[in-house]
């Protein structure tokens, strides 16, 4: 007897070369009612699974492939004698391959507004049941779901036979996709429905290896998100070797940041930090004074850019070395002068929206929290003594505070016209990051202002801002102590803004 295919396909890729290879090899292929057609149209021999159960669709196609002439035929032990006298009894014949893919139902639930019952008829039954029997018997079906696989699976027909690697690898990739399915109907109903999220479900797929972790002696890889477009599906890489776990965990550090500043508006990272973040009336200026705040840590950093990077610009960052430059677009005579440099990466990426929940593992298990997206805006905040704030403090109150958010905690920041003059970061005390930012700002600080991550558990670090001259400090405020750090600044005549808000990142 032939052997026999189960073909029953959405998307039709592939599927005529498949169809066409099996029966020149002498497979009988039965299939269902769209895919049938398919192979109709192009004259390949095909039976309807009706002839093959005896019953027909029903219920609009939710029934088509649920019987156990089907399922019995894939599911049947080769090597079991029971198993193969309770097929001949029952009249079912064996199925060898089956090659099926899903109901599009992850593309129709980004559709906006779609009705929930057309998003209901996109949850497939049959398709998932079939792909899970075949993989189960692996070691006797062939189970197909992606029609990059069809050739391979062809080639290795016509030399004999399917490897015993090839079918575990075939039917641990069946099982990821039913597994995909799942989630992405789980996560999709639940924010449809607006119930608890009592399981936490993710699905990724190994984009490439890379060359090491943090350190050349941990392996790592980076993994896409297999349900929503993650930050490397918006990024094109346009000169340079491949990014390495550092320099994607850097990029994504400088666009957040990026992300909440108009342009034209420069980032510079160094080891996940910012260590230098400005404004200018060109995209040019921005850079020049990101740069001026920290020219030492720039060095082998990455930039991030929100404008179009002109040949001027580029002849710019070519006087010093930077690992990375991403922007949205470069200019064509910028990227000569760019590619001067052979071990720079150059990045494109555009319309990059954050995910509005960050996860985290934690030796084993998760913590989620919902992103920091709380933006600080004039008259969201208390002014201490309702002391009057020029136009330019209010900016650079802002400024200071969106940068604060994105340094690690303890964070201190001194900025002036909307450009950082010193930044200190990641002090297990407040007043010690607060001591390097305005050491960095040194003369420079006198005018400027000052943001915290935190509030001042004691009246040190406005203390110390006072000796530099720090015309006005934003911080959350909510100490037990915050009536001594009122008391200083109002000394010192320091203005200070309370924003209510927190910005700790660990």
């Not at 035929?73 to 009894?89: F, M």
């Not at 320099?247 to 666009?255: Q, V």
């Not at 404004?279 to 040019?284: F, M, N, P």
């Amino acid at each position: 007897m032939n052997p026999r295919a189960l073909l029953s396909v959405s998307d039709k890729t592939n599927l005529d070369e498949l169809a066409h290879g099996l029966v020149e090899l002498g497979w009988e292929i039965i299939s269902t009612g769209g895919t049938a057609k398919f192979l109709h149209e192009r004259k390949i021999p095909v039976t309807l699974i009706e002839s093959v159960t005896g019953f027909p669709e029903i219920l609009s196609g939710r029934v088509k492939t649920l019987h156990p002439k089907i399922f019995g035929g894939i599911l049947a032990l080769r090597d079991d004698p029971k198993h193969q006298s309770e097929l001949a009894a029952q009249a079912i014949q064996k199925i060898d391959l089956v090659c099926v893919n899903f109901y599009p139902f992850i593309e129709a639930a980004k559709i906006p507004n779609l009705p929930e019952a057309q998003l209901i008829e996109e949850i497939d039954i049959g398709g998932p049941s079939l792909v899970r029997a075949a993989a189960k018997n692996f070691q006797h079906v062939i189970v197909l779901t992606d029609p990059l696989d069809y050739s391979g699976v062809l080639e290795e027909l016509r030399r004999g036979g399917v490897s015993e690697t090839t079918r575990r690898r075939l039917a641990l990739k069946a099982f990821a996709k039913v597994a995909e399915l799942d989630i992405a109907i789980y996560q999709t109903l639940q924010e449809r429905w607006d119930l608890p999220r009592e399981r936490l479900f993710l699905a990724y797929r190994r984009a490439h290896e890379l060359r090491y972790g943090e350190n050349p002696h941990q392996r790592a890889a980076l993994y896409q998100n297999a349900l929503v477009p993650g930050l490397s599906s918006h990024i094109e890489v346009l000169w340079g070797k491949e990014l390495s776990y550092n320099n994607w965990l850097d990029t994504e550090s400088a666009l957040a940041l990026l992300n909440e500043l108009a342009p034209p508006a420069c980032v510079i990272i160094k080891h996940n930090n910012p260590c230098g973040v400005a404004r200018g009336k060109t995209l040019l200026e921005a850079y020049v004074r990101a740069l001026e705040c920290d020219p030492v840590s720039a060095f082998g950093g990455i930039v991030a850019l929100n404008q179009t990077v002109s040949k001027e610009l580029a002849e710019k960052l070519n006087e010093i070395f930077l690992e990375i430059i991403v922007a949205p677009e470069f200019a064509p005579d910028a990227l000569p002068i760019l590619h001067q440099k052979k071990d720079r990466r150059l990045l494109r990426c555009k319309d990059l929206a954050f995910p509005k929940e960050t996860l985290r593992f934690l030796s084993g298990d998760l913590l989620a929290q919902d992103t920091d997206s709380i933006v600080i805006r004039e008259g969201s905040w208390q002014v201490l003594d309702g002391a009057k704030l020029t136009e330019q403090e209010q900016r650079d109150l802002i400024f200071a505070f969106t940068v604060c958010k994105h340094v690690k905690s303890n964070a201190i920041v001194v900025a002036k016209d909307e450009a950082t003059l010193g930044i200190g970061a990641g002090q297990t005390n407040r007043v010690g990051s607060a001591r390097i930012a305005l050491t960095q700002a040194g003369e420079k600080a006198r005018g400027a202002v000052l943001a915290s991550d935190g509030f001042f558990p004691f009246p040190d670090t406005v203390e110390l801002a006072a000796q530099y001259g720090i015309a006005a400090i934003i911080q959350p405020g909510g100490s037990v102590r915050d009536e001594e750090a009122f008391a200083t600044a109002r000394k010192h005549k320091i203005k200070m803004v309370l924003t209510g808000v927190r910005h700790f990142r660990h």
